[in-house]
């Protein structure tokens, strides 16, 4: 059974820092790419970053790049999202998911399949 947890969500000021953790387990495949998504109130679930499994390639939507980063230790089934400089518009639920069979990296919600239960994250002063 496909399992994808996160963690490390939590109340930050703005210009803080956070890292998420995705540990996943229960594939039978190892050719899926892991991506990041975030969902405000109100507004549609977008991708914020991916990375490959194959050769560790990444994807960043334009908002992020140059303040987060993303990471995977293959050995622990667990892929990482640095967050720095964080924002009041970086506010969502972050959610990893496991990319579909033949998608590399994609930031595209619709190319996943697999995805945790979300973790909260709230920029404020």
């Known amino acids: 059974q496909v399992q994808l947890v996160e963690s490390g969500g939590g109340l930050v000021q703005p210009g803080g820092s956070l890292r998420l953790s995705c540990v996943a387990s229960?594939?039978?495949?190892?050719?899926?790419?892991i991506g990041w998504f975030r969902q405000a109130p109100g507004k549609e679930r977008e991708g914020v970053s991916s990375?490959?499994?194959?050769?560790?390639?990444?994807l960043y939507t334009d908002s992020v790049k140059g303040r987060f980063t993303i990471s995977r230790d293959n050995v622990q089934n667990t892929v990482y999202l640095q967050m720095n400089s964080l924002k009041p518009e970086d506010t969502a639920v972050y959610y990893c998911?496991?990319?579909?069979?033949?998608?590399?990296?994609?930031?595209?919600?619709?190319?996943?399949?697999?995805w945790g239960q979300g973790t909260q994250v709230t920029v404020s002063s």
């Open positions: 229960g594939f039978t495949r190892n050719d899926y790419a």
């Open positions: 990375i490959s499994r194959r050769d560790g390639s990444t």
């Open positions: 998911a496991s990319s579909k069979w033949g998608v590399d990296d994609s930031l595209h919600p619709g190319e996943y399949d697999y």
